[in-house]
């Protein structure tokens, strides 16, 4: 066998060993380690065991990793959401606009996408959104009424939002792969992301309308009094939104780097959560234990894919693949549906990790050659990334919420209930690909054009 297709064996065997449910960073890891061992053997050297550029490699990118200064932003931003989440705060938050939208069509549902937006700038943790939604507003759904298949795709479509509104974990990954700016990035995916969360809103209201029996209104001795409702937006809706625009606007406009606006979140998160008498010893443990996990997760999928993708890249994986796209001579628009339609059914199997580390960096080099930005690939990639939690059979969207519900709720029931937000994503992607202003305005706006 030639090396290049020794090089797609050993992608055909990662995908292989994922799917059988081995760690994916250890996996990278292994065949990074066992398949390098091999391209990096010199027959005519007389080498030891450990005697080969395979482990310097390795080494090098877990310093490179650990020394990498837009990562430093990862553990930052998780801490902040995961003391908002511990602290019960978006309790109080789905509340107060569950009240705000009292006379909305759907109230419930609109309520719980924009508690999932909101929550999302907190956290960008589509687990952690989908579980703690699922708890939350799914019991108060369902005991208002509302069909079984509305309310969970509902929650399983909103609480995927966090992949592509910043602070999103996603894009800083995305940014340190691409080497692009995440300031640029966070700006570009700001649009998009409110883009489809109006669009799922519009489509909940719209269904709502037509079919009030999917989504009854709340009885008006239900209703508190306005004076309940105002007091409610002001102690719980606004402290949070003030955060999360503080951090964001201290980031679009220059002011503060990912990392630092990550701080500030941090330190916000922490006296919001004592404000509220909320945080407790115990509850503080906990973010910080599962700040920890997901870091430690994050940075051991950098060392080991950064180790994988450069074995592959030396075994000539990535110069068949762009010889193999290059020779179908399919053009921009070509290259474009066929990357996304990859990324898509990817997702079938296969979550956002493996996908934006792995696979993702393939079509990076392609770019320049079809004459495609960056940031609006990007910005495509994360919203066709939507689809990776939502899509049957491996919707690890449904999987998180059918944890939490009743056991009466069928899984089937919460696939059907997630299909129409798998439309609405496509038809995002779309509006995308036909107006790129709605990602590539505000960047430009804020940081003037990159000269081509």
């Known amino acids: 066998m030639t090396d290049p297709q ?10 292989f060993m994922v ?74 938050l789905f509340f107060s606009i569950q009240l705000a939208a009292r006379n909305l069509p759907g109230s419930m549902a609109v309520a719980a996408l924009v508690t999932c937006s909101v929550f999302a700038t907190a956290t960008g943790i589509i687990g952690a959104v989908v579980t703690l939604m699922g708890m939350l507003a799914l019991p108060a759904m369902l005991k208002a009424g509302y069909e079984h298949k509305f309310a969970t795709g509902v929650i399983c479509a909103g609480g995927c939002l966090g992949i592509l509104i910043p602070p999103s974990i996603m894009l800083i990954v995305y940014s340190a792969i691409a080497e692009i700016s995440p300031l640029r990035l966070y700006a ?37 009094a306005l004076s309940r409702i105002l007091w409610e937006l002001l102690t719980s809706f606004i402290p949070l939104a003030v955060l999360i625009l503080s951090v964001l606007g201290a980031i679009l406009m220059g002011l503060a780097t990912p990392a630092e606006a990550a701080g500030v979140g941090a330190f916000g998160g922490l006296l919001l959560a ?12 906990e973010a910080v234990f599962l700040t920890a996990k997901t870091s430690a997760m994050v940075c051991w999928l950098f060392v080991g894919s950064w180790t994988f993708a450069s074995v592959f890249s030396y075994l000539g994986g990535h110069d068949l693949v762009k010889d193999w796209v290059l020779a179908m001579d399919i053009g921009t628009v070509g290259f474009l549906i066929l990357a996304q339609a990859i990324i898509f059914f990817l997702g079938w199997p296969l979550e956002w990790t493996e996908i934006i580390i792995i696979f993702v960096p393939i079509f990076l080099p392609m770019l320049e050659t079809f004459n495609v930005n960056p940031l609006f690939f990007g910005i495509l990639v994360a919203l066709n990334l939507q689809t ?46 036909n107006f790129p202003q709605i990602a590539l305005w505000l960047p430009d706006y804020l940081f003037g054009k990159v000269p081509s």
């Open 19 to 92: 799917m059988l449910g081995f760690p994916i960073a250890f996996t990278l890891i292994a065949m990074g380690l066992g398949f390098g061992y091999y391209a990096y053997y010199d027959p005519l050297r007389m080498q030891t065991v450990f005697d080969n550029r395979i482990f310097d490699l390795f080494v090098q990118n877990t310093f490179s990793v650990m020394s990498n200064d837009v990562l430093v932003a990862v553990p930052l931003f998780l801490f902040m959401g995961y003391v908002v989440e511990r602290a019960n705060i978006v309790n109080r």
């Open 388 to 433: 990776s939690f939502l899509t049957p059979p491996m919707a690890m969207a449904a999987y998180y919420l059918k944890g939490v519900a009743p056991p009466y709720i069928q899984l089937m029931e919460i696939f059907r209930g997630i299909m129409p937000y798998l439309l609405i994503v496509i038809f995002a992607m779309v509006m995308l690909y």
């Open 274 to 285: 004592t404000l509220y008498r909320s945080l407790t010893w115990v509850r503080l443990k």
């Open 188 to 224: 570009a995916a700001m649009f998009p992301g409110l883009l489809l969360a109006g669009l799922y809103m519009v489509y909940v209201i719209g269904r709502a309308s037509f079919n009030p029996s999917l989504a009854p209104k709340p009885r008006e001795e239900d209703v508190p």
């Open 6 to 15: 020794i090089a797609i064996v050993m992608l055909g065997l990662f995908i």
